[in-house]
């Protein structure tokens, strides 16, 4: 299991189709979150019904004195893949990601994971699972202070009873994996937050679990260093396809990270969607507000604009590349047309008027999925 | 009208019945369990005993020498170390040395009574706020009763000796200890204790792994102004027949030798402050990486 070779072979699916990031595919679900609802308050289950009836959460806490965290969550997380969760700050973010591993209990609905539902675990099959299958990242570190950077990475082996030796030698390994090499023996408070979060990332990783619950675990850093933690985290993704819940309130953040991303407003999920699909078809006034300060050119690929027509000559650009570059190519070439290939194989073609009206903001509720509530 | 000028009272004759009521009940109680009592608590009599005889009986430079070690791993201090040894020289020179192992040793024997039962006290009272709320108003009464109001019962109940006069010692000073446990164990960072939950740690993990090393600088203030109050009480407990500097301070009261009050008063509170600094001293390291640190 401390196996560092075993590493790039975590999960369970075969990975033959990491280059579709369409959300049709069928690729199975790793983690579901089905119907779920979490009301606080001192009588949270007779709420539910007048929540399913409709109820608003400003109407609940000023009627009946409860406070309606999150309503009807249904979201299916792929294996391997990082699914963002974004959403003002109240809006339920980190409730819902604490249902996964249980550290809140809902007050109904189900978590599915690998088939198997959290909610009948009993107490040692829900600690064996808090070990073993999901380990988690945390907003303000949450390392242990009396720790060294070693013991606070071997803490999740240490809590399984792995030998002491056995522990810091894999210790080490994630201590140099995320760049922290050589400050094992130093104390949380001698490290900088960037620092720190990579001893919590370590942490995270050091039990091998395939699921990685990562809420805000960037958001308490300067934006420099958040960008290296970015790059730290994708770096790893490619090698290790974990299949990562990430909470973030950032959509810069969340484009950079997400293969997929919902968004929450008031505990509930207002859209779901590659970055693409929100980007260029916001549901709401609520997303398009989150999203209309973007640079839309270097974000929008070339992919999610082009039609199928495949003319016979011009300028090639892959259907990855974003709009800003695509223009250029364009500009360069002195063409109108160009032809979109994916693989070096050409699956379609994107005009300058289709690149000019992706960098334009789009129309609020264009979305046709089915996801808007 | 009559209520109004006097207060409605018991009635003279039914209040003097209800008192010796309580104090027949009490005496009755302590004829029948009084005995049983006290072989309960023997060990401790040997164990205080035991300690005493062997302060007094080993060479006075072992005990200093002991002492000075014990201050130097506690504070780290020459300073310290260099005052505690003058300290007990003095004390000594002026005749006060069997007199203060004595304190020494029952100071010692309350103290550990009082982390023994305190400690655990305090965990239980941070893991449950019903236990809270059933011990908290107990720990005012203890902090704030006159001692003489218990030394009644505890005279009656196990005569006068260095037993009683050590569990008055206890009644006074276990209050902090079990305060400063229960508060240490509610102030730990909820998100660490969180990450702990999260990673699949015990409720037994997170008590020993977590709770109890992070409390661990605040239970340990605890010990220090329990071991405070213990010396402050030195002095009553020698009033039911417990040896020590409090005798000579009792001897001087009675008979108004200023010197000798003095002296020995002098000595309690050198003893005083050499707990005090090598504990502070301690207290300070402990500290140290003990809170967490949100980002530099
Ligand atoms: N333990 C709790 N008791 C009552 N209300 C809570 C509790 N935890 C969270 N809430 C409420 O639930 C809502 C969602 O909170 P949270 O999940 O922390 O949001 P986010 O992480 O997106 O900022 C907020 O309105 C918050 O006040
Ligand atoms: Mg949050």
């Known amino acids: ?373 | 009208m009559e209520w109004l000028d006097e207060f409605p009272t018991l009635g003279r004759q039914d209040l003097r019945d209800l008192k010796k009521a309580i104090d027949l009940s009490f005496r009755e109680f302590s004829r029948a369990y009084g005995d049983g009592i006290e072989t309960f608590f023997d060990p401790l009599l040997y164990f205080l005993v035991w300690l005493e005889k062997l302060l007094i009986n080993t060479p006075w430079p072992i005990i200093i020498f002991v002492v000075a070690v014990l201050a130097w791993i506690g504070a780290r201090s020459w300073i310290v170390v260099g005052g505690t040894i003058a300290c007990f020289l003095v004390i000594g020179y002026f005749g006060m040395w069997e007199d203060t192992m004595a304190t020494l040793a029952i100071i010692s024997v309350a103290t550990l009574l009082c982390i023994a039962v305190g400690i655990p006290l305090g965990i239980l009272m941070s893991r449950s706020s019903r236990a809270q709320a059933i011990v908290t108003p107990v720990l005012d009464v203890m902090q704030t009763i006159p001692s003489f109001v218990y030394l009644i019962p505890i005279i009656m109940l196990l005569g006068i000796g260095k037993v009683p006069g050590l569990l008055a010692v206890c009644i006074y000073a276990m209050p902090p200890i079990v305060r400063l446990t229960n508060l240490g164990i509610r102030l730990v960072d909820k998100e660490v204790l969180e990450a702990a939950e999260a990673f699949g740690a015990s409720d037994r993990q997170k008590l020993f792994g977590v709770q109890i090393p992070l409390a661990l600088p605040n239970i340990f203030a605890g010990v220090n102004q329990t071991i405070m109050m213990a010396l402050a009480m030195v002095v009553i407990a020698s009033m039911i027949g417990v040896p020590g500097l409090g005798r000579p301070v009792l001897r001087a009261i009675n008979n108004q030798y200023l010197a000798l009050g003095l002296m020995n008063g002098l000595a309690i509170v050198a003893l005083a402050i050499i707990f005090d600094r090598v504990s502070q001293k301690f207290g300070a390291r402990l500290q140290k990486h003990r809170e967490s640190g949100h980002g530099a």
């Open chain 1, 1 to 373: 299991m401390l196996d560092f070779k075993s590493i790039g072979k975590v999960g369970t699916v075969p990975d033959n189709n990491v280059s579709t990031i369409d959300k049709d595919t069928t690729l199975d679900t790793k983690v579901a979150i089905r119907n779920l609802y979490k009301i606080f308050g001192s009588n949270p289950s007779a709420m539910v019904d007048r929540v399913e009836k409709g109820m608003s959460k400003k109407d609940l806490l000023e009627k009946h004195g409860h406070v309606l965290a999150l309503t009807d969550v249904n979201i299916d997380i792929p294996p391997r893949r990082i699914q963002v969760i974004m959403g003002l700050s109240g809006s339920g973010k980190s409730t819902l990601i604490r249902h996964v591993n249980r550290l809140i209990e809902p007050t109904t609905g189900e978590i599915v994971v690998d088939g198997q539902n959290v909610l009948e675990m009993n107490q040692n099959e829900l600690r064996e699972f808090r070990r073993h299958r999901a380990s988690m990242v945390f907003q303000r570190f949450a390392l242990l202070p009396h720790h060294t950077v070693a013991d606070n990475v071997a803490y999740g082996l240490t809590i399984q009873h792995i030998p002491k030796n056995e522990a810091l030698e894999s210790s080490h390994r994630w201590i140099d994996r995320v760049g922290l090499a050589g400050y094992e023996n130093h104390y949380p408070d001698q490290l900088s937050g960037g620092m720190q979060q990579r001893v919590g990332l370590a942490r995270a990783l050091a039990t091998d679990a395939e699921i990685l619950l990562m809420d805000e675990a960037f958001s308490a850093l300067d934006p420099l260093i958040r960008t290296d933690m970015q790059d730290i985290l994708l770096g790893l993704q490619d090698e290790l396809h974990k299949t990562i819940l990430f909470i973030t309130h950032d959509l810069d953040e969340a484009l950079r990270i997400g293969d997929n991303i919902a968004i929450l407003r008031d505990g509930a999920i207002v859209q779901k969607g590659t970055p693409q699909e929100i980007i260029l078809n916001p549901a709401d006034e609520y997303v398009s507000d989150f999203i209309k300060d973007i640079n839309r050119g270097r974000v929008v690929e070339v992919g999610s604009v082009m039609d199928d027509t495949k003319p016979e000559s011009g300028p090639t650009i892959d259907r990855f590349v974003v709009v800003d570059d695509a223009l250029q190519v364009l500009s360069k070439a002195g063409t109108k047309k160009a032809i979109v290939t994916e693989n070096e194989k050409p699956v379609g073609s994107v005009g300058l008027d289709a690149l000019i009206a992706a960098v334009a903001k789009p129309k609020v509720g264009t979305a046709r999925s089915g996801t808007y509530r």
